[in-house]
């Protein structure tokens, strides 16, 4: 089976521009969730969507927002970018079956706003 | 709100040796699980071993195991044998049973030594 994937692996985006993130994960995983992750704040929720619907939602201002499809692909949009945007954005998915709660992760993409 | 502390910033074994990562975790609920990952250089986060808090039993995988102490909310991670590959950055993560998110601690960097 494929792993998750994310796409683009690597964007470099100016202040005030907007990106959006690609993740598709493995195959029979209808959940999505999204992370932050830069050397001072860690690794941080950013949200979780199952069945096209946002379930949970991080501590992040309304510039960050994302969607998820039928096939359970999921997108990220980052609005307005601001220099401490730079960050890795991981996606992973989720089984959800039979109590299996594990979540796996793509190889991210490394975002810099210049 | 749930928290995870890694309090070993950085640690360092030989070769073939056994190295234990420590992590603690505060929660209220009573349904939830237990996770290690590893992050390589540069490399893919990896799922390393998973405890389902209602089970008492220990989980192992090959090389690796934790101790599980629900009373005093203790999560560590033991790593026998420890070979070159080991090294990577391991974060300690929590999800709740009726939350969809992970919360992870700031991460342990351990680096095997030739």
């Known amino acids: 089976k494929a792993g998750v994937t994310q796409t683009p692996r690597y964007l470099i985006k100016t202040r005030g521009q907007q990106v959006t993130l690609s993740c598709s994960p493995i195959?029979?995983?209808?959940?999505v969730s999204w992370y932050q992750q830069t050397p001072g704040q860690g690794l941080q929720f950013l949200f979780e969507?199952?069945?096209?619907?946002?379930?949970n939602k991080g501590n992040f201002p309304g510039r960050f927002s994302g969607r998820q499809f039928s096939n359970s692909r999921s997108e990220m949009n980052v609005s307005t970018l601001e220099l401490g945007d730079s960050a890795l954005y991981l996606c992973?998915?989720?089984?959800?079956?039979?109590?299996?709660?594990?979540?796996?992760f793509g190889p991210g993409t490394r975002l810099t706003v210049t | 709100a749930q928290t995870v502390t890694q309090s070993q910033p950085e640690m360092s074994v030989q070769e073939a040796e056994t190295v234990t990562l420590s992590c603690t975790y505060d929660?209220?609920?009573?349904?939830?699980?237990l996770f290690w990952y590893k992050q390589p250089p540069s490399r893919q986060m990896i799922l390393v071993i998973r405890?389902?808090?209602?089970?008492?039993q220990n989980a192992t995988e090959n090389r690796f195991s934790v101790n599980f102490q629900k009373a005093a909310k203790s999560f560590s991670l033991k790593i026998s044998d420890s070979q070159l590959g080991d090294t990577a950055m391991y974060f300690c993560?929590?999800?709740?049973?009726?939350?969809?998110?992970?919360?992870f601690g700031k991460g342990t960097l351990l680096t095997v030594n030739p």
């Open positions: 992973a998915s989720t089984l959800l079956d039979r109590g299996n709660h594990e979540q796996y």
């Open positions: 195959s029979g995983h209808r959940s």
């Open positions: 969507y199952f069945s096209e619907t946002q379930r």
């Open positions: 929660t209220s609920e009573s349904n939830y699980y």
């Open positions: 405890q389902e808090a209602y089970k008492q």
């Open positions: 993560a929590f999800k709740g049973g009726s939350n969809y998110k992970l919360t």
